[in-house]
Every structure is written in structure tokens, then in C-alpha cells.
């Protein structure tokens, strides 16, 4: 360990996101936040500035920008860019996490002979595009067991290990206090707030969650994020249509997750299909919620079904309102799911574990 520590390693990570978008940036960030530094440099290839790239530089990492395009657009300039690039800043290790940038940084890793971690965040599968992707990449790391099932045809099973994603719960629990999401939209101290965090869009299934606040009482829901405009509208359209519209509330993107999560008393997750293992619910579960999702992907390998929250059936709006309206009317059982849910969090998900089984693979790719 001694030699290979003595080693200092130029990590080349590459995103398709200049802007925090979502689940996958963040995990990045604190991946890239919490590598030993005294033997990793890390090096983010993204295609334009944005506050990916700010927080990034604020972790110590240089920035460098290459907008790769399509891959049925072949476009060989992006493969002899990245050569450029690996040869300049002499890469030892390529880390993607998307099939554009696995496919054009795998060609360019292959020819300059650098090993290539293909980081696998959602459960959908791409038939052709994941077998010619798996031939590039030297190693892949899946963020749910669940994930395992779309790569069933690889031969080389020694290539692909789980790491779920990890949690940094100092940095959580000493969020910056924002106002109240409560006093901000009048909600009252002894109404149940169901919480929804992610993408207003038809794979995370809020449909069937606004058609199971017909049969949930004194309860509002509160659904958080960017929005499918359309589908952003149709959900509108299905409140209006139930008579629900004064106990839902679109409140858009916010910054402030760690402060709504603690303001809420049920975070619910319907998603209904290519979900990886979402971070969201282990954030609800550090802040001490229960949670209620659906079987999709990972969601069962986070939530304990009975102990720190419910699994329900994926598009089973029904299942989501008894289990919902359950724990709407027991504080005691939320106080206690919501304590499971920390315990797990502090022994399963901390970010520092997550990120040494990674750097074990870089030390092994």
C-alpha cells in the first residue's frame, strides 16, 4: 500500500450537466468533495459553466469544458479532444456516469490504455448502447443491487460492484436555517405535511400520488422541484379535477432540501420506473422521516418495508393512501420509523464509506 499510496492519481470525471440538477450531480460533488486529496486530484469535464463547475472549484477540483453531443452523431472531434485533454493533464483514470460520455471518453480511454469506471446511477435499460459501453469500460459500479438485472448478459460478472450513495451528515445537519416551507405557505403546526422531492415528471409517478390525496384527510402535500411543463400542467389539472387543489402546492425548485425535509412528516417517492438508488430518500431518512415509495429500483434496498417507512406497488394509487394515511394518523409510528430511518442512514449510507470502496476500485480498476 505503501508504493500505491506514494502515488498521486489525476482523476478525469466527466457529467453531461453544468447545473445541479439532480441526484447524480450531487453525488458527484461529494465524491469529489471528500477523495483524500493528498493522493487524488480531481479534473470535471463538463460542457459549459454553471454552478456545477463553481462548486466544484470550491472542492478543489480544476474545471475543464467539452460539449460532447449525441452518440448517433458520431462526433470524432470530441474522441480526439479527450485525448488531447488525457494526454495534457496525464489521466490515470476516467469516472463517467452517462452513456454519451462512457461512450466517447471509453474510445479515448482505449486508445490512450487508461482503465475507465462507468458510474451507473438509473435502472432503464439501453440493449445495444449498455453492451458496447460495458466492452469500454474497465469497471462498473452500480448504486443498487437492483441495477444488476440490466447488465444480466455480461459474461464478465467481475466487473461490476455496488456501492450505494453515501451521505454527509455533518454537512446535512448543520444545513444553514432557511424560513419555514410551513409559515411560508400558512400550513398549521398540527397539519401532516407529505413531501415530494425530484423532477415533476411521468417516471416519478406523481400522478398516482395526487390520486391518493382524495382519500387522505389533514394532510397537505407539498411536491418540490423542476417540472415536465405539461405534465406539471396535467397534475394541476387532475387537483382541480379531485377538489384538492387547496391541500397541494407546486412550489418549484428550491436550494433549501435539507430544511424542507426537516419541516415535513412523510416524504413520499411513487416513483414508477428508472430510478437508481435515490438520494432524496436517504436524505428524508438522516432527517429523521419516514418514507413511503414504491418497489421501483432501488427504493426497497433504502426504505426497510415496516421499519423505516412502506414499500408499496409501483402505479397502485390505492396502496399509496392506506400506507400514507396510516402513518397520517400515528405520530408515534412516524416518531419511530422516522428514528429507524437516522440509525440506518449513520451505519449504511455515510459518505466517507462510499467514497473509500471507490477509491479502492481506482487503486484496482
Known amino acids: 500500500m505503501k508504493d500505491i499510496c506514494s502515488k498521486r492519481y489525476n482523476i478525469l470525471y466527466t457529467t453531461s450537466f453544468s447545473y445541479m440538477a439532480g441526484g447524480g ?11 483524500n486529496n493528498d493522493i487524488f486530484h480531481p479534473l470535471i469535464l463538463c460542457p459549459k459553466e454553471g454552478d456545477l463547475p463553481e462548486k466544484m ?19 470524432l472531434f470530441a474522441v ?10 496525464k489521466i490515470n483514470i476516467v469516472h463517467t456516469d452517462s452513456s454519451t460520455e462512457t461512450f466517447y471518453a471509453g474510445i479515448a ?16 435499460r439501453e440493449w445495444l448502447i449498455d453492451r458496447v459501453l460495458s466492452l469500454l469500460a474497465t469497471r462498473l459500479i452500480l448504486v443498487a443491487k437492483a441495477i444488476e438485472s440490466r447488465f444480466d448478459r455480461l459474461k464478465d460478472t467481475q466487473k461490476t460492484v455496488v ?63 423542476r417540472g415536465d411543463e405539461g405534465y406539471t400542467r396535467k397534475m394541476q389539472n387532475l387537483c382541480e379535477e379531485f377538489s384538492i387543489s387547496d391541500r397541494v402546492i407546486f412550489a418549484g425548485y428550491r436550494d433549501d432540501i435539507p430544511s424542507v425535509l426537516k419541516d415535513i412528516d412523510i416524504l413520499i417517492f411513487p416513483t ?11 436524505e428524508a431518512m438522516a432527517a429523521g422521516k419516514p418514507v413511503v415509495a414504491t418497489d421501483d429500483a432501488g427504493n426497497p434496498e433504502a426504505v426497510v418495508d415496516g421499519i423505516t417507512g412502506y414499500i408499496v406497488p409501483t402505479r397502485n394509487s390505492a396502496a ?35 467514497v473509500r470502496k471507490i477509491e479502492d476500485i481506482y487503486f484496482n480498476p
Not at 450531480?25 to 477523495?35: A, E, I, R, T
Open 57 to 75: 472549484r470550491a472542492v478543489g477540483a480544476d474545471v475543464l469544458f467539452l460539449k460532447m453531443g449525441r452518440i448517433r452523431h458520431l462526433n
Open 25 to 35: 450531480q450531487w453525488s458527484l460533488y461529494y465524491l469529489v468533495k471528500h477523495l
Open 163 to 225: 456501492i450505494y450513495n453515501g451521505i454527509d451528515l455533518e454537512e446535512f445537519d448543520h444545513f444553514p436555517a432557511t424560513p419555514s416551507i410551513r409559515e411560508e405557505y400558512n400550513i398549521t403546526k398540527d397539519t401532516v405535511v407529505l413531501g415530494f422531492i425530484g423532477r415533476i415528471e411521468k417516471r416519478k409517478g406523481q400522478e398516482y400520488l395526487v390520486s391518493a390525496m382524495k382519500h387522505i384527510g389533514n394532510a397537505k402535500l407539498i411536491l418540490v422541484g
Open 80 to 89: 480526439w479532444k479527450l485525448i488531447s485533454i488525457m494526454k495534457k493533464q
Open 109 to 124: 480511454a482505449r486508445i490512450m490504455h487508461i482503465p475507465l469506471i462507468w458510474h451507473i446511477r438509473v435502472s432503464d
Open 320 to 354: 399509496l393512501a392506506t400506507r400514507i394515511d396510516e402513518l397520517v394518523g400515528n405520530k408515534k409510528k412516524r416518531d419511530a420509523m422516522g428514528n429507524a430511518g437516522r440509525r440506518r442512514v449513520e451505519t449504511l449510507f455515510l459518505i466517507k464509506s462510499n
Open 272 to 282: 414508477i420506473s428508472g430510478e437508481g438508488f435515490s438520494r432524496v430518500i436517504l
